[in-house]
């Protein structure tokens, strides 16, 4: 047993072969040309001239020397290549600066060559079609267009005892169907963060189980997003990654003209709290249009239990997602906690950079869930850790 | 899409039949106080409140409910009114109450149902849909557990509950002592008075061949004398009709020329007794007799709802229990009982 674990590990110190290096060198080249990654690729490699290259004397001309790739590829063994593996071709999606940021902590702890820039982008390019493997969703593109509206209606939702705000009703609608894909109460000055968070209830509310689709999920996106409200730039960006086109207007929905009218007067001057006014709301939209999208939400909870990836957390999956969720600020502590207000979070990346500044995105599905970036860049999914109070009780 | 007819179970023992309004008789005026009362408390006060309203068989409980859900305006932000009516099945327990509630809200109840959510769920059902209100009929079919569970979703939503059921009920509720607490209003039917059944009541009924005019003297007596065979019940008052129209049409030269009469009443009565006399014989027998037991029924129920008589409920009641004791004394003198 010990004998074999000795081999294991002297296997996994192992460089690989100037052959292995060349030929990872040559692909993440190859795959450059195509336009793969550009804003990645090593300062001294001159795009154009390898195309030109390329269209001259073929693929062969992507061919480094013997001696370029010992050189590049210094200190690369076959952990090396698997710790990558790991961190680059996972659903958290980071990106080659990240994993090389990562990959140099970790050499550095165990005392360990560094590799260079050039071979960990090499690699990761290499890795490409595995890396699609893990982070690239199926998708379906709907038919109507999605509408994002909000409604004001004349109630007051209760924070604490004596205190109200007024609130807004960010809506997103089908135009094909006139459904209600999802909606969102909040406070009428929190636009910004909760348009994308309707929309990240609208996607999420969209997946169903296919046999066919990457990690057992079927994406239904539009083409288009047609808004009354203005999105924020980011906003906007997220959506153009998605394929979706975003315009705005100042016409307005049936639905919505309804909700406006009808359903807000029923609710004037009424104190009511968030959860019953979604309830009243998820109710109507049900009896009079044929569709609560909490209600539904429920059902496709209940039918899709046990299909394959409906259970995990949707932004795990779509990486893209994420971007959607709110972002906060805090810092890793000397223990490699990230504390936000009483939840904790830890990570065994985290303690490789104390006292750093990070943002952290909560997952919408459970507190105990969240997304570190380094200086906007996925760093990790950290899990919360159960704040132990004053007392020590838990 | 919600129909009106959502509102309440539609039983055809409490329909009435086409073209027949509901008479308003001081119970439904009271009862609609009542029901309004108790729904608008919450929003006037800020406290939910719960009501009951008793009254005996075929007086018209389910008549008012109904009348009053009827006239409920829905809400343009719920698409329903502001309160529902369930009538309590034989032996409903709370899973029961909760299938109920989904179906008259229009909603599809949950699949994953269990004993300890069952309460929880009505909750919920109940803050979606914004009810204020939910009466029960035949409140006299729940257990302590249907009870229960009616208290909790009103202490939890602040829905008011109306429990409309024969008066014994009461005694059910005053053993609840956390829900006697909190019954707000309470309301026992009476007996309509002979004035209202004869100036109100029969001449709004609508029942083939029945013709009444409340301004004569002939019609009146036989308003009357069919008021008392009814013992003061609605049902039975609609049972004697029913029965009288057919006999009047069996009894017609044609059957255009039928007509109630007080002619034909006795024969009513004298089935609703004797219940051995065939139709035959009626025909060879124009105007039978009732047997003379069946007369002093008769006389003795003809006492109870005279005017001049206690109209108070207890009074009345005493007075039937009375009878009652009467008829233990004697018995095989009921016809009824004989049956």
């Known amino acids: 047993m010990s004998s074999d674990l000795q081999i294991g590990k002297g296997l996994l110190n192992t460089p690989l072969t100037i052959e292995m290096y060349q030929h990872i060198h040559a692909t993440a080249l190859q795959r450059t040309i195509r336009g793969l990654h550009l804003h990645a690729v090593p300062n001294h490699i001159d795009v154009e001239q390898l195309k030109q290259l390329a269209t001259h004397i073929g693929s062969d001309g992507c061919l480094i020397h013997p001696y370029d790739a010992e050189r590049i590829f210094a200190g690369v063994t076959l952990e090396t290549f698997q710790t990558i593996r790991e961190l680059y071709c996972s659903r958290l999606g980071r990106s080659i600066a990240m994993v090389h940021r990562i990959l140099q902590i970790l050499c550095r702890q165990e005392g360990a060559p560094l590799p260079t820039y050039e071979a960990v982008w090499a690699i990761c390019l290499y890795l490409e079609k595995r890396r699609r ?47 209600m894909l999802a909606f969102r109460i909040a406070p009428l000055d929190t636009q ?108 496709h909870d209940e039918a899709f239990a046990h299909a394959q990836g409906y259970n995990q957390d949707p932004a795990a999956l779509f990486p893209l997602l994420r971007a959607l969720l709110p972002e906060r600020n805090g810092i890793i502590t000397e223990d490699g906690l990230v504390i936000d207000g009483y939840l904790r979070y830890t990570d065994e990346l985290l303690r490789f950079w104390p006292r750093a500044q990070v943002t952290l995105r909560h997952s919408a599905h459970s507190t105990n869930l969240a997304w570190i970036f380094l200086e906007g860049e996925i760093l990790c999914q950290a899990e919360g850790l159960r704040q132990v109070r004053d007392g020590g009780s838990i | ?270 089935r609703r007794y004797g219940r051995q006399i065939s139709l035959s014989q009626h025909e060879e027998k124009a105007q039978p007799d009732p047997p003379q037991t069946d007369m002093a029924e008769t006389q003795s129920d003809q006492a109870e709802t005279q005017p001049d008589l206690p109209q108070t409920n207890y009074e009345a009641e005493s007075k039937q229990r009375h009878d009652a004791k009467k008829k233990k004394e004697k018995p095989g003198e009921d016809g009824e009982d004989e049956q």
């Open chain 1, 133 to 179: 493997e893990s982070v690239d969703v199926s998708v379906a593109r709907t038919i109507g267009a999605w509408w994002i509206g909000k409604l004001s209606p004349a109630v007051r939702i209760p924070v604490e005892k004596d205190a109200f705000y007024l609130p807004g009703i960010f809506c997103i609608i089908d135009m094909h169907t006139q459904h």
């Open chain 1, 192 to 299: 910004a963060e909760s348009i994308p968070l309707v929309l990240y209830d609208a996607i999420t509310a969209q997946r169903q189980p296919h046999p066919f689709a990457l990690a057992g999920l079927l994406w239904q996106l539009p083409r288009h997003i047609i808004t009354e409200e203005t999105l924020l730039p980011a906003c906007s960006t997220i959506c153009k990654r998605m394929g979706i086109q975003v315009e705005t207007t100042t016409r307005t929905q049936p639905l919505l003209e309804i909700l406006r009218g009808t359903w807000a007067s029923g609710l004037e001057g009424r104190i009511l709290p968030r959860s019953q006014c979604a309830a009243i709301l998820d109710s109507f939209l049900e009896r009079i249009h044929g569709y609560g999208p909490v209600r539904e939400s429920k059902r």
């Open chain 2, 1 to 270: 899409m919600f129909d009106s007819d959502d509102l309440y179970d539609d039983f055809e023992e409490d329909c009435l039949p086409a073209g027949q309004k509901t008479i308003m008789t001081q119970n439904i005026i009271k009862f609609d106080m009542l029901a309004r009362k108790v729904i608008e408390a919450k929003e006037q006060t800020g406290y939910g409140l719960l009501g009951i309203v008793t009254a005996k068989s075929g007086w018209g409980k389910s008549i008012a409910m109904r009348y009053f859900l009827k006239n409920v305006p829905r809400r343009p932000h719920t698409g329903l009114p502001t309160c529902i009516g369930i009538r309590v099945k034989p032996q409903a327990n709370p899973r029961v109450l909760l299938a109920d509630l989904y179906k008259r809200l229009g909603e599809r109840a949950p699949r994953r149902l269990t004993r300890f959510n069952i309460a929880d769920e009505a909750v919920d059902i109940i803050r979606a849909t914004d009810l204020r209100g939910i009466f029960t009929d035949e409140t006299n079919q729940l257990g302590a557990d249907g009870l229960e569970f009616l208290r909790y979703i009103y202490d939890k939503t602040g829905c008011s509950v109306i429990f409309v059921g024969l008066p014994d009920i009461m005694t059910v509720i005053q053993r609840h002592e956390q829900l006697d607490g909190r019954i707000g209003y309470e309301l026992q039917f009476l007996p309509p008075t002979v004035d209202e059944v004869l100036d109100t009541i029969l001449p709004e009924l609508i029942v083939p061949h029945w013709v009444y005019d409340r301004t004569s003297e002939a019609d009146r007596k036989m308003g009357q004398d069919l008021w008392t065979h009814a013992r003061s019940s609605f049902r039975e008052l609609r049972m004697l009709l029913v029965k009288a129209s057919q006999f009047s049409v069996d009894l017609s030269e044609t059957p255009e020329e039928a007509r109630i009469t007080p002619d034909i009443l006795p024969l009513v009565y004298a």
